[in-house]
């Protein structure tokens, strides 16, 4: 399995070369290759990775606004997601039911409901090819069924729109926003995860990505997690 993080940024002014596109993950595995959200930043790039399938994780702007104008290939989403862009010109509209696993391209989504919105619910994709698999979860502030999303990954990739400060609010009852990076590398602590990754950056990491880097990793080693910066046009190979 390759991944290859197209964009990194979340949706903040400031962009670096570093974080200059909003956040996006091409998967690709023995031809097959699906690319995860189309933030606005895409609108004029939609078919960046030459993706044969999109999958979305939600309906917020830079996760799915790319998407107005049409896609080159069939997409996937939530029924939720779906009703949230329903005005939008895609004719190849594929439904994906949480927590069943479904084939793309040679590759295994399977959708965890998380916290994050209320206006735009959210899922995490925990994808699987060959011997590899990880987790997707660029905004969230709590995985539903975390034992099980993480159960033997390989890899977490999770959200940098906070490094330590709180970012999590209630409303009605339900957390939104963001949980910080340094809570998500002690979820991987817990369920035994031993590396990962970090996207959807905010301000504090595209600012500064090499010191944000160094806080985020000296977190990870007290939890014996090896911990790194996605960054715009990053590759990882999976064996």
Not at 145 to 160: H, K, M, P, Q
Not at 189 to 204: F, N
Request: proline residues 5%; contains cysteine; aromatic residues 6%.
């Amino acid at each position: 399995m390759k991944l290859t993080f197209l964009g990194t940024r979340g949706e903040i002014e400031e962009r670096t070369p570093l974080h200059g596109r909003h956040t996006s993950l091409l998967v690709a595995y023995r031809g097959g290759r699906v690319r995860i959200d189309c933030g606005e930043d895409w609108s004029d790039d939609v078919a960046a990775g030459s993706p044969q399938a999109i999958v979305l994780t939600h309906a917020h702007p830079d996760h799915a606004w790319g998407l107005k104008n049409g896609a080159p290939c069939p997409v996937y989403a939530t029924a939720e997601t779906w009703r949230l862009i329903e005005a939008y010109p895609l004719e190849e509209r594929r439904v994906i039911e949480p927590r069943i696993p479904l084939e793309i391209r040679g590759i295994t989504f399977e959708a965890f409901p998380v916290e994050h919105s209320i206006r735009c619910p959210a899922v995490a994709y925990r994808i699987a090819a060959g011997n590899a698999s990880v987790v997707y979860a660029p905004d969230v502030v709590y995985i539903n069924d975390r034992s099980e999303a993480l159960a033997g990954i390989d890899v977490y990739i999770g959200d940098g729109a906070t490094i330590e400060q709180s970012f999590v609010r209630r409303s009605g009852g339900r957390l939104l926003g963001h949980a910080p990076v340094r809570t998500q590398l002690t979820w991987c602590q817990k369920e035994g995860v031993a590396r990962a990754v970090i996207t959807h950056c905010g301000s504090e990491i595209v600012r500064d990505h090499d010191a944000a880097e160094h806080r985020i990793a000296e977190f990870a080693r007290k939890r014996g997690v090896a911990a790194e910066l996605a960054r715009d046009g990053m590759e990882m190979t999976l064996r």
